[in-house]
């Protein structure tokens, strides 16, 4: 790595830093109780071993780590594993600067100009609001770190095409197989992967699609070997199954294009956040959703058409469609959305914004275009990295997060059930019995606020968290 190179991976290093600061100390949230506090299963490796087989086993280890050679108190592990979730960002965030580089290069652009638009995407990428889910909230950490494995196997991946020697070239694809079986082992939704690695062996200088499907090969017998994985375990077997209970493909097709504008309008461009948005489940056109549908493939129709004009917008649309693929198109969710589900999918839409902000006139001095240029990309992170400092405040406790979260989603009474939990937890009963009563108010057949409600009245702790 070069002087320029050094210092734009201090660059994203320091930015990094300077807008999670606040997160660190924040309390464990939600799903972080039941997945890591309250989970002997990840305190100690003899424990983690003795679950085996099970789901998401490299994840899991990552928390047995952080638990076992942290201090043992709550508070000290809340920050190493945040500090962690931060190190799996910044890395992530390097990797998106240096493949981006290549990519982009492959894509038409010359040397520096991919240089310059893959630096300012890795700062999007950093800085917006939308990754604090990844990052902040300790059990978005399965996002990040698949996040990682998969871009290390992306990066191998890159290097099979231009690998001098035919023994290079195995060695290239056999660090991709254990990169994407690693990915994998921390979340499911991974086998995405193959997808990505034709699409960046397809932008490779002379590559045909013939070409592309014979260097992505072994990443395609991984997939079939992991689904063989997935029927022989019972806990993938039950993970699976309760997915598919959820609500129909065709219903889930329908639902998820609200998802999808929610994820690519408000959370994307708009900067929203939520940790529960109150998304509508749907088993039939309507006009509305109609309208979505024709503007979202709208533009995705117009992204692939600029594939030999402006290939590096195609390479972005297609590298978010194929990384919101995994949660956000058939297979259904509990949840229609979260802004998780964009971690790397962003990188994708930040290319395609970086690109035009870094361009520059061949053989003309535009001094006052550069101006203009410096200026729309400093506003673009002063206000992302604004809203990542307000977003992760939210964190500081379970009370502010869900508070937070009913403001943006006053009508779910799942919301209200949560802040009631974290109002009785931390002692303000009045508090609670407001939210538990919204909770009920808004939902009256669900047992959990009612019950919650009454464990208020006499004196003793929540017990039914959603």
Known sequence: MNL??????????????????????ASFQFDD??????????????????????????????????????????????????????ALHVANAWLVLALGARWLAACGLD??????????????????????????????RSVSLMALAMLLALAAQTAV????????????????????????????HAWTLPLAAWLVARIAPGA???????????????????????????????????????????????????????LLVRVALG???????????????????????????????AALVQWRRRCWVAFGALWCAIHLAATNTVLPRLDVANDRQLYLALAGLAWIVAVPLTARTPGRDDGVGRVVSAAAIALLCVVAAAATVRRNADYATEVTLWS??????????????????????????????????RAIALDPDDPRPRINRALVDAGEAPSLRQ
């Open 161 to 188: 095409g231009t690998a001098p020697t035919p023994a290079r070239r195995r060695m290239a694809q056999g660090v991709a197989v254990i990169a994407f079986v690693a990915a994998l082992a921390v979340k499911e």
């Open 208 to 262: 045909t699609a013939r070409r592309a499907w014979r260097d992505t090969a072994p990443l395609w017998a991984v997939t079939v070997a992991a689904l063989a994985v997935v029927f022989a375990t019972p806990d993938y077997w039950r993970l699976l199954g309760n997915a598919l209970a959820t609500r129909s493909l065709g219903s889930n097709l329908l639902t998820q294009i609200d998802g999808q504008w929610y």
């Open 33 to 86: 109780w039941n997945t890591i506090v309250d989970n002997p299963r990840v305190h100690a490796w003899s424990a983690w071993w003795a679950s085996m087989p099970g789901i998401r086993p490299l994840l899991k280890a990552t928390w047995v780590a952080n638990w076992t050679l942290a201090p043992d108190t709550l508070a000290a592990r809340t920050i190493a594993m945040r500090a962690t979730n931060l």
């Open 404 to 437: 937070a979260t009913a403001v943006a989603s006053p009508y779910k009474p799942r919301v209200w059930n949560n802040l009631g939990f974290a109002w009785h937890a931390a002692g303000d009963l009045d508090a609670a019995r407001r939210a538990y009563d």
């Open 111 to 140: 040397a520096a100009h991919a240089r310059r638009a893959a630096f300012v995407a890795a700062l999007i990428f950093v800085l917006h609001p939308a990754q604090t889910e990844a990052v902040t909230w300790i059990s978005g």
């Open 271 to 301: 900067l929203h956040t939520n940790l529960d948005p109150d998304l509508p489940v749907h088993a039939a056109w309507s006009a509305p959703l109609l309208a979505k549908a024709t503007v979202l493939a709208l533009s995705f129709a």
């Open 4 to 25: 320029a190179g050094a210092l734009r991976a201090a660059v994203l290093l320091a930015a990094a830093l300077a807008v999670y600061a606040n997160a660190l100390p």
